[in-house]
């Protein structure tokens, strides 16, 4: 059992940043594969960046690309989600995720967090 919880959150203006935490109880934190989804009002949970095991391989959505930095430190049970250049259509609930199968489908994932509220004012 992995539980998750997610920190960083909150109101920015357009351009601005903000950096996402969460934390995971217990000892196969590093057995995990991590990632991070998110949701806005009326539409469907989306992938928006995942990492590897060891945290060398980071894969991101095409929105995000360039934008948003996802990074790991296993000793800390952590990962993070550094968002740059924010725009107001990143406005949503962010959530993170862990999996024992790499993947971009959410129903790929076992355990979430409760999620986090981001909103990017214009």
């Known amino acids: 059992q992995v539980q998750l919880v997610e920190s960083g959150g909150g109101l920015v203006q357009a351009g601005g940043s903000l950096r996402l935490s969460c934390a995971a109880s217990?000892?196969?934190?590093?057995?995990?594969?991590m990632g991070w989804f998110r949701q806005a009002p009326g539409k469907e949970r989306e992938f928006v960046a995942a990492?590897?095991?060891?945290?060398?391989?980071?894969y991101y959505a095409d929105s995000v690309n360039g934008r948003f930095t996802i990074s790991r430190d296993n000793g800390k049970n952590t990962v993070y989600l550094q968002m740059n250049r924010l725009r107001p259509e990143d406005t949503a609930a962010y959530y993170c995720?862990?999996?024992?199968?790499?993947?971009?489908?959410?129903?790929?994932?076992?355990?979430w967090g409760q999620g986090i509220q981001v909103t990017v004012s214009s």
């Open positions: 995720a862990a999996t024992r199968r790499l993947g971009l489908n959410p129903n790929l994932y076992d355990y």
């Open positions: 217990g000892r196969t934190f590093s057995s995990y594969v």
């Open positions: 990492i590897s095991l060891g945290g060398s391989r980071p």
